[in-house]
């Protein structure tokens, strides 16, 4: 196993000195006084959110009565705490995440509609971030670098276990094209085929379930014997450690492990999905060289307003008038599913 990174060094710290105050039956607030800061500080601290300077650690080692051996190991994790991690280019209320992925024993993630950033492909999530409003232009390079970067934890010589359920939804939103999905797919597969990784797909037919529209990630890092839940959205992030938490979503996952496919039914639907994406790409290649498989929608209002439609495993539209413009592709279930809503808006 790698050395422990900062963030789990702090927590290690925090758990320590909290350790130490309730063994000598102090409060927090005997704590502040002898450091003379606020009582929100030391909870920070013991939370590892926050760490102690050399003078604070002096202080404390002589409140504890710390001597030896035990002065010296306190005193070298505290100065190991204060150290900071290099993750490369994160969101700021994404660091602490970041740093505390690169040190987990065991990862639970559940993604319904993207691949997690621990797994994507460099165009992937280019695409992906690209997209985003919190990340400016000037940046983007170097978070999708910072992204690759991350994923070598996959493949490191002491990996964590990872448990990791898409939504089948993931596997047809095409992020960055067809090409780029169908690449990032492919190596989804390459991955699965590690023993420490678990790949399921929850599909379609399973239905509703319990974490419809909150993805979440279960870190487990033995070093400090302690879970934790990660959330995330557009401008923040959360942790849960507390078991009333940690338990609901441990609880969830494994609802989602039971309705999800099992490894090799996932298997078989993502290289299905990746065949589908490669005639895709041969039928639209052969629609672009002739224009006999095109032909005029029975949707179309007039010739004023012609769509030609291509049909075949990908369903090609295009306008009749600005044909240069190139054309949209629909799978067919995606084809299936828009003729079936124009139905029910015509009438």
């Not at 100065?79 to 991690?85: T, V």
């Not at 929608?297 to 990908?314: F, H, K, L, M, R």
């Amino acid at each position: 196993m790698v050395a422990p990174g900062p963030r789990v060094l702090r927590l290690q710290l925090g758990r320590e000195i909290r350790r130490l105050r309730e063994g000598a039956v102090l409060s927090r607030e005997e704590l502040a006084k002898t450091l003379s800061c606020g009582t929100s500080k030391i909870s920070k601290i013991e939370l590892g959110y926050s760490t102690l300077n050399a003078n604070e650690s002096n202080k404390l080692v002589k409140l504890f009565g710390l001597d030896g051996d035990e002065a010296r190991v306190f005193r070298d994790l505290a100065a190991s705490a204060r150290k900071r991690g290099s993750y490369g280019k994160v969101l700021d209320f994404a660091r602490g995440y970041v740093s505390m992925e690169a040190d987990a024993s065991d990862l639970k993630i559940f993604y319904e509609e993207l691949i997690p950033a621990l797994f994507q492909t460099q165009d992937y999530a280019q695409a992906v971030c690209s997209t985003s409003v919190t990340i400016a232009p000037a940046d983007i390079e170097h978070v999708v670098q910072g992204r690759m970067s991350r994923g070598a934890v996959l493949t490191q010589d002491d990996p964590p276990r990872v448990s990791l359920i898409l939504g089948e939804g993931a596997l047809h939103r095409t992020v960055g094209g067809q090409s780029a999905l169908r690449e990032q797919l492919q190596h989804l597969c390459r991955l699965a085929q590690e023993p420490h990784i678990d790949l399921q797909v929850l599909p379609y037919s399973a239905g509703e379930h319990a974490a419809m529209g909150a993805g979440f990630t279960l870190l487990r890092l033995d070093e400090v014997e302690a879970t934790y839940v990660y959330l995330e959205d557009l401008t923040s992030s959360d942790f849960w450690d507390r078991p009333q938490h940690t338990g609901v979503y441990e609880l969830v996952f494994n609802k989602l492990q039971v309705a999800a496919l099992g490894k090799r039914e996932s298997m078989n639907l993502i290289e299905k999905r990746i065949n589908e994406l490669d005639e895709g790409g041969s039928l639209m290649s052969q629609q672009n060289r002739t224009s006999a498989a095109w032909h005029t929608s029975s949707y179309s209002s007039g010739a004023n307003n012609c769509v030609e439609v291509a049909e075949g495993p990908v369903t090609g539209v295009r306008d009749t008038k600005h044909r240069e413009l190139g054309s949209l592709h629909f799978s067919a279930a995606e084809w299936r599913a828009f003729l079936s809503t124009a139905t029910t808006v015509s009438r």
